[in-house]
């Protein structure tokens, strides 16, 4: 079945870029999302990328999509202590109804100032 | 403003009972869902339900059941069936068949059952 991938740990200093990569397995998804979760509360939507698209650019992030080795990257640019919380990746296994999401299991980010 | 409300935040109860947690939204969307959380783990879906009296079972819908009565509401029941009930349970909406639109989630209900 399908599966997202990513690992569980980051650690950056403030003012450093942070990546967090996943990987995916269903090369149909027409859609894939960045999720962010602060402790305690519910996913916050931060970005998505279409799946023709190869990157994506929304202030300090950046979303890289390698559509042919199926890995999706997303990098904050100016970490700061308030960045830290979970990032979900997820795609979407129904044709892009948001409902049927597969999510990663999380990366949880720790910015130390 | 609009949103979607979960209570409560935090839920105690005994094993062998039955409990439902209440997900409210006024937000006008169609589509409902319920995830699952555990530590260390992704989101398992649990049921959703994208139009009012009707409703799917998501991957582990075992042990639990949903109802749709309202467009507003959609409250998970936890059965004494559940194996492990103690989880995080997230509440979500969006305007069903927009990819474009996000999802919504609310605060999330911890339940802890002794």
């Known amino acids: 079945g399908e599966d997202v991938e990513q690992s569980l740990f980051l650690s950056v200093r403030e003012g450093d870029s942070s990546v967090i990569n996943c990987t995916y397995t269903?090369?149909?998804?027409?859609?894939l999302y960045w999720y962010k979760q602060e402790p305690g509360a519910g996913l916050q939507l931060l970005t998505y990328?279409?799946?023709?698209?190869d990157m994506k650019q929304d202030q300090r992030l950046t979303v890289l999509l390698n559509k042919k080795d199926k890995h999706l990257s997303l990098r904050i640019a100016d970490t700061q202590t308030g960045d830290s919380a979970i990032y979900f990746c997820?795609?979407?296994?129904?044709?892009?109804?948001?409902?049927?999401?597969?999510f990663g299991k999380g990366t949880k980010l720790s910015v130390k100032p | 403003d609009g949103g979607i409300t979960q209570s409560p935040k935090y839920l105690f109860r005994k094993e062998g009972q039955n409990v439902t947690l209440s997900c409210e939204q006024n937000?006008?969307?169609?589509?409902m869902y319920w995830y699952r959380q555990d530590p260390g783990q992704g989101l398992r879906l649990i049921y959703y339900?994208?139009?009012?009296?009707?409703?799917q079972k998501g991957d582990i819908a075992e042990g639990y059941s949903v109802s749709r009565e309202k467009k507003e509401s959609f409250p998970l029941t936890v059965t004494s069936a559940q194996k492990n009930p103690t989880a995080f349970y997230l509440c979500?909406?969006?305007?069903?068949?927009?990819?474009?639109?996000?999802?919504?989630f609310g605060n999330g209900t911890r339940l802890t059952v002794t």
């Open positions: 990328i279409f799946s023709n698209m």
């Open positions: 937000l006008n969307h169609d589509a």
């Open positions: 269903d090369s149909s998804s027409t859609y």
């Open positions: 997820a795609e979407d296994d129904y044709g892009g109804s948001q409902g049927n999401l597969i």
């Open positions: 979500a909406s969006s305007i069903h068949g927009e990819p474009n639109s996000p999802l919504h």
């Open positions: 339900s994208q139009i009012v009296n009707d409703f």
